[in-house]
C-alpha cells in the first residue's frame, strides 16, 4: 500500500512516501480503508526523536494518529461491520493513519460524525479528545465561567471555543490580526490580537486554555481568579498525566519535575495547575461525535495535502500561523 513515513529521526529531509507492507490487524483490531488523515504539531516532536525514549519507532515509521476511514474488516462481537464509517485517534505508540490503510484497536474506535465529511472527521480526535478531557476532565467547566482560550485560530483553539461555548462558557480567545472574524465565527464572545493587545485585560478568568506556553505560561496562571483552574498544552504535562498513560508514581513525579514551580504558583493564588496528556478513547469521540451533529460544533480543516506532501504539511504547521487543521487524503 502506499504511505507517508520518516526513515529516522531528524528534519524534513526524513519525510517520505511510496510502497510499505499492509498493516495486520490483531485479534482486536479494526482494519479500515482511510479517507483521511489529520496532522497534528506533536509529530513534528517526534520526528526529531524528542519522545524516543517513550515511544521508540522502527523505520521506516508511517505516521499519524488522526483518521477516519470505512470499515474493511472487524472481529466478531466489535459493535464495528466492514462499510461503518468511522474514526479514531491511533494509541501513541503505534502511529499509521497515513497510508491506505490502517489497524485501530477495537476500544479506540467510534462512527464518525454523520455530518461531517472524512476530512472533517479526521481532523477531529486529537484535538476534541484533547479538550474533551481537559474541560470536563481537568477544569470542570462550569455555564456562566469566563474562560481564555490561547491561539483560538489553531486546530485545538478552533475546537475549544465552540466546545466552551457548547457548555455555556463566556469565551475569550486570543489570534493574530487576520484570525479576528474567524475566531469570532466561531462563537468567542470576546477576541484579542495578541499583538496589539493583552490578554490579561480580559481577565480574571475562571479558566486559562493554553495552546502556546513558554512564556505565555506564568502570565496565564497570573490571571486566573481564586478558584480558577490553568490547563498548558505544550511541554507542561504534569504526574498525574503521566500516571495516566502508564508510567509508575515515582517515575510520573520525575518527569513532572519542571512544573513544580507553576503548581506552586497557581497554589498561591489558590487556584489549580493542569498539564494532561491525550489518552485515545473511542467511547469519548462517540459522544464527542453526538455533540458534533447536534450541529454545536463543526470541523474546521484549512488545507488538504497527499500522501506524498506530507513534508509541506510538516513545514506549515510548523510555521505555527495555520487556521484549523490541516489533513492527509490518501
Sequence with gaps: MRAAYITGYGDNSVVSAGQVADPVPGPNDVLIDVRAAGI???????RQGLFHAAFPFSFPQVMGYDVAGVVA???AGSGFEPGDEVYARLPNPRPGAYAERAVVPVPLL???PKSLSFEESASLPTVALTTWQSFIERARIKSGERVLIQAGAGGVGAFAIQLAKHMGAYVVATGGAS?????????ADRVIDYTHEAFEDAGPFDVVYDG??????ERGIDSLRSGGRYVGL???????AYREIGLPAPVAEQAAASVRPFIERANARNAEFHGPL???DG???AEIAAVVDSGAIRGSVSTTYALDQLGAAYEALAGGHTRGKLVIVP
Excluded at 497534528?40 to 517526534?46: G, L, T
Design 283 to 285: 467511547a469519548q469521540l
Design 40 to 46: 497534528n504539531p506533536v509529530e513534528i516532536a517526534m
Design 179 to 187: 484570525s479576528q472574524g474567524f475566531m469570532t465565527k466561531l462563537g
Design 110 to 112: 467510534a462512527f464518525k
Design 234 to 240: 505544550v511541554r507542561v504535562a504534569d504526574a498525574q
Design 212 to 217: 502556546v506556553c513558554g512564556p505565555l505560561t
Design 73 to 75: 474488516a472487524a472481529p
Design 278 to 280: 491525550t489518552r485515545p
